[in-house]
T-cell receptor, first 109, second 117 residues
Framework: GQNIDQPTEMTATEGAIVQINCTYQ??????LFWYQQHAGEAPTFLSY??LDGLEEKGRFSSFLSRSKGYSYLLLKELQMKDSASYLC??????????WGAGTKLIIKP | GAVVSQHPSRVICKSGTSVKIECRSL??????MFWYRQFPKQSLMLMAT?????????EQGVEKDKFLINHASLTLSTLTVTSAHPEDSSFYIC?????????????FGPGTRLTVL
């Protein structure tokens, strides 16, 4: 079966750095996405990785290792507004998005 | 960036009634739109994939006669929840794929919170 694993919840301090991990087992791979979702709102796109390596976009970076079926989202200089759920999703061989359950990130002052 | 709207944002209805939710791509053409359902503290669950001008493809376990999807144009898809029951109460989210930009990103609507009494 297809599976996306990410931690259920993480806590970090304002101004710090946090890394959210995602491991996947899917039938084929056509890219990995990270989305941010605030409570009661729809997800917003953060990043897309299809090749191994690190993609940096401002305070957010995303890393992919296809051989390990592993990705992480790195958030730097955390702000209170970064409190949200972070969803990892993989596009499989049928170009269908398989979603993880999301990681709820709690930022403390 | 591309904008997707949904209407209504919130709806409360009585059990047994039908509710229609609209999803519009405002500044791009979307040959494919997706309908998701999300229960509290759970991940997105894909219900169906809607292609303009053809029948929707439903995920396993989703009743196509209960969740009617129409994708009549490149900018509009509708989801009708027929004979709604309290267990249909959920957050319904649509997303659209830009026909020109390609398949690397889906743009999400703001979601519709349905409460069935």
């Amino acid at each position: 079966g297809q599976n996306i694993d990410q931690p259920t919840e993480m806590t970090a301090t304002e101004g710090a750095i946090v890394q959210i991990n995602c491991t996947y087992q899917t039938s084929g791979f056509n890219g990995l996405f990270w989305y941010q979702q605030h409570a009661g709102e729809a997800p917003t796109f953060l990043s897309y990785n299809v090749l191994d390596g690190l993609e940096e976009k401002g305070r957010f970076s995303s890393f992919l290792s296809r051989s390990k079926g592993y990705s992480y989202l790195l958030l730097k200089e955390l702000q209170m507004k970064d409190s949200a759920s972070y969803l990892c999703a993989v596009k499989d061989s049928n170009y269908q998005l398989i979603w993880g359950a999301g990681t709820k990130l709690i930022i403390k002052p | 960036g591309a904008v997707v709207s949904q209407h209504p944002s919130r709806v409360i209805c009585k059990s047994g009634t039908s509710v229609k939710i609209e999803c519009r791509s405002l500044d791009f053409q979307a040959t494919t739109m997706f309908w998701y359902r999300q229960f509290p503290k759970q991940s997105l669950m894909l219900m169906a994939t809607s292609n303009e001008g053809s029948k929707a493809t439903y995920e396993q376990g989703v009743e196509k006669d209960k969740f009617l999807i129409n994708h009549a144009s490149l900018t509009l898809s509708t989801l009708t929840v027929t004979s709604a029951h309290p267990e249909d109460s959920s957050f319904y989210i649509c997303s659209a794929r830009d026909a020109i930009a390609g398949e690397n990103e889906q743009f999400f609507g703001p979601g519709t919170r349905l409460t069935v009494l």
